[in-house]
């Protein structure tokens, strides 16, 4: 890991997509039906969006890298991250492409998705160019599986990233097609922190104990965090089991939660912070992130994280 000075630098690679919050369902759509949300918002979408403006929000210096739409989508997402204070020097909008969409219904139980993948499909790992990784000291990917083109050439980013001295993480997100191919643990040799959520990381195993799990994607190197939700998060370290509860705000809606814990993770573990206070970190901006809807409207600020971490309101 570089040296660096506060704030760290990181540079996020992912995909641009808006969000179509539907909120308070009265219940998950069924074929031939209509049903009402109480609620409804236009809003950044993206895990890889939402943690860049969740580590920008946390006070750090965030470059993007993606591939976006000249259509109103794209210029929405576009001034999102100028807004955010995110770098977003190297998009380029292209007229060729249509930015991606997501539409999330949530009801106070549960949240379904669906996606337009469109320009997210087209980012590819040789775009990202050597001084970029140069002027970082970290590097973020989200969405391995749904970024479809950037996938193939993942493992050999995070391989030029580490040697030109960046620390590196990923968050596999969910896979559309459900085939949770075992390219993921070659590409992991290379990652430095692994972010899955805890349904992910049983799909990425096949195994349906969480502990278990954990235990099979150790490989010498990799620190993973697995997030469970209103059940916090846990991880392996040093042998050693490590459980962080969930902290209790009211919750509006979970859209991108986990893209604010990665956020809140990687504010704390970049400072060097003990595992446990980057975990408790986590779940304090993945919690505070669900005070509004959509995952950006109520991203945590230094001071709301560090309240709910050392318990000082």
């Not at 970290?138 to 050439?153: C, E, I, T, W």
Request: glycine letters at 10%; one cysteine or more.
């Amino acid at each position: 890991m570089k040296p660096h000075d506060h704030p760290v630098r990181i540079l996020v690679v992912g995909e641009i997509n808006v969000d179509f919050v539907f909120k308070g369902c009265h219940a998950l759509p069924t074929p031939g039906k209509e049903v009402l949300a109480d609620d409804f918002v236009m809003t950044p979408g993206s895990s890889s969006m939402i943690c860049a403006m969740g580590l920008a929000r946390l006070g750090n210096r965030v470059a993007f890298h993606g591939r976006l739409g000249s259509d109103a989508s794209g210029k929405f997402c576009l001034q999102a991250l100028r807004d955010a204070g995110v770098d977003v020097a190297s998009l380029r909008p292209d007229g060729a492409l249509r930015t991606g969409v997501t539409a999330s219904l949530s009801t106070p139980q549960d949240r379904a998705l669906v996606t337009f993948a469109g320009a997210i499909a087209e980012l590819r790992a040789e775009e990202v160019r050597d001084e970029w990784l140069a002027a970082a000291d970290h590097l973020h990917v989200s969405s391995y599986y749904l970024q479809k083109a950037l996938r193939p050439g993942c493992r050999d980013l995070f391989a030029r990233a580490t040697a030109a001295g960046l620390s590196t993480s990923l968050d596999p997100g969910f896979d559309p097609e459900q085939r949770w191919e075992s390219d993921l643990f070659d590409t992991l040799r290379e990652v430095d922190v692994f972010l899955p959520n805890e349904q992910e990381l049983q799909a990425i195993t096949g195994r349906g104990d969480t502990r278990e799990a954990l235990a099979l994607v150790q490989n010498g190197r990799t620190q993973t965090v697995v997030k469970r939700g209103r059940q916090g998060c846990t991880s392996l370290h040093q042998d050693q089991w490590l459980d962080v509860p969930a902290y209790s705000v009211d919750a509006v809606d979970s859209t991108g939660a986990g893209d604010s814990f990665d956020a809140g993770f990687l504010h704390a573990w970049l400072r060097e912070m003990p595992l446990l206070d980057c975990m408790k970190w986590g779940n304090a901006c993945g919690s505070l992130s669900t005070r509004g809807i959509g995952g950006t409207t109520a991203q945590a600020s230094v001071s709301e994280a560090l309240a709910l971490v050392t318990g000082k309101s």
